[in-house]
Nanobody, 124 residues
Framework: QVQLMESGGGSVQAGGSLKLSCNAP????????MAWYRQAPGKKRELVSS???????TYTDSVKGRFTLSQDNAKNTLYLQMDSLKTEDTAVYYC??????????????????WGQGTQVTVSS
């Protein structure tokens, strides 16, 4: 079973920084579009940032200029650098490989894989 491994969450004061990491199996990382989502208590899950061949890198408006998505292809790892954090960034952050198809066991497989989530708490 494919599992995305997240790390890097934690607690920080407003204005601080955190960096999230998401490691994926090589064929998933190279074949799928990947993204970070977040879900705050009582709110719907929202797309924070994504990267894909078709759309490039995207950010939701509320994090533009503060968050940076990057990847290390040699390590099959996706990163989300979060700077100038605000209390409203508090949420559980999920890594996803959820766009396109990837090669697996002699065939193409839909990308639909998620991490377990990592808590980010920003205090005032």
């Amino acid at each position: 079973q494919v599992q995305l491994m997240e790390s890097g969450g934690g607690s920080v004061q407003a204005g601080g920084s955190l960096k999230l990491s998401c490691n994926a199996p090589p064929l998933v990382f190279s074949g799928c579009g990947m993204a970070w989502y977040r879900q705050a208590p009582g709110k719907k899950r929202e797309l924070v940032s994504s990267i894909s061949r078709s759309r490039g890198t995207t950010y939701t408006d509320s994090v533009k200029g503060r968050f940076t998505l990057s990847q290390d292809n040699a390590k099959n790892t996706l990163y989300l650098q979060m700077d100038s954090l605000k209390t409203e960034d508090t949420a559980v952050y999920y890594c996803a490989a959820d766009k396109g198809l990837h090669w697996e066991r002699g065939g193409w497989v839909d990308c639909n894989y998620w991490g377990q989530g990592t808590q980010v708490t920003v205090s005032s």
